[in-house]
T-cell receptor, first 115, second 109 residues
Framework: ETGVTQSPTHLIKTRGQQVTLRCSSQ?????VSWYQQALGQGPQFIFQ???????GRGNFPPRFSGLQFPNYSSELNVNALELDDSALYLC??????????????FGEGSWLTVV | RKEVEQDPGPFNVPEGATVAFNCTYS??????FFWYRQDCRKEPKLLMS???SGNEDGRFTAQLNRASQYISLLIRDSKLSDSATYLC??????????FGTGTRLTVIP
C-alpha cells in the first residue's frame, strides 16, 4: 500500500453536473499532483499543489480546479462535466517538489463516468 | 509533438522470451526518467528509474540515451506476471511526470 487514499472509488455523474474527488496524501508528503487517465491513454498531468498553493498546471480548462488543505490532503473539482471527462483520476503524493521521482506514490484512483 | 512517444503494441510474447520497449521524449530539459508498470484498471506503479549509465534490476534492464532522447526497457525471461502496460515517464520540473500512452505486453503460456 502506498498510503495515498482516494475517494470515491467509482462514481457516475450527468453531463453538466459538478464533481469533487478527494485525496489523502501519504504521511509527511506536502506535494500532491492530480492526473487524468482516459481509456487507452497514459495519465495526463492536471495540476500540482505544494503547501496549499497551486504549483504548476497542465493543459486543462479552468473548470478543473483544486484545493490543498493544511493537512496536505487535496480535492479536485470539475464543473460543467462533459462526456470526455469520463476517466480514471489519479492522485500522487511526494515529500517535496525536488525530491526524486522514486518517492512519488499514486493512489488507486477514482473512476468517473459522465453520462 | 507529443511529450512522450511509445509504440502502443500490443506485444504478445511466449513465456521465457526477451522483449524490448522503446520510447522517445521531446523535452530535452528532462532530468529524471522512469518506467512505470500499470495493471488493468489499477494505478501506475514505479518499476525502475533510468540512468544514463544504464541500470539493471533482476530481469529488467533500462537504458537512457540523452543525445537521442530515447529510453528503452528490456525484459528477459518473461513471466506471465509481467503482463501489463509499461509506461515511459520523463519527469519535468517540480516532480511532474509526463506519461506516454504505454505499451501493452501480454505474456502467453
Amino acid at each position: 500500500e502506498t498510503g495515498v487514499t482516494q475517494s470515491p472509488t467509482h462514481l457516475i455523474k450527468t453531463r453538466g453536473q459538478q464533481v469533487t474527488l478527494r485525496c489523502s496524501s501519504q504521511s509527511g508528503h506536502n506535494t500532491v499532483s492530480w492526473y487524468q487517465q482516459a481509456l487507452g491513454q497514459g495519465p495526463q498531468f492536471i495540476f500540482q499543489y505544494y503547501r496549499e498553493e497551486e504549483n504548476g498546471r497542465g493543459n486543462f480548462p479552468p473548470r478543473f480546479s483544486g484545493l490543498q488543505f493544511p493537512n496536505y490532503s487535496s480535492e479536485l473539482n470539475v464543473n460543467a462535466l462533459e462526456l470526455d471527462d469520463s476517466a480514471l483520476y489519479l492522485c500522487a503524493s511526494s515529500p517535496g517538489m525536488t525530491e526524486g521521482g522514486n518517492t512519488i506514490y499514486f493512489g488507486e484512483g477514482s473512476w468517473l463516468t459522465v453520462v | 509533438r507529443k511529450e512522450v512517444e511509445q509504440d502502443p503494441g500490443p506485444f504478445n510474447v511466449p513465456e521465457g522470451a526477451t522483449v524490448a520497449f522503446n520510447c522517445t521524449y521531446s523535452n530535452s530539459a528532462s532530468q529524471s526518467f522512469f518506467w512505470y508498470r500499470q495493471d488493468c484498471r489499477k494505478e501506475p506503479k514505479l518499476l525502475m528509474s533510468v540512468y544514463s549509465s544504464g541500470n539493471e534490476d533482476g530481469r529488467f534492464t533500462a537504458q537512457l540515451n540523452r543525445a537521442s532522447q530515447y529510453i528503452s526497457l528490456l525484459i528477459r525471461d518473461s513471466k506471465l506476471s509481467d503482463s501489463a502496460t509499461y509506461l515511459c515517464v520523463p519527469m519535468g520540473g517540480a516532480n511532474n511526470l509526463f506519461f506516454g500512452t504505454g505499451t501493452r505486453l501480454t505474456v502467453i503460456p
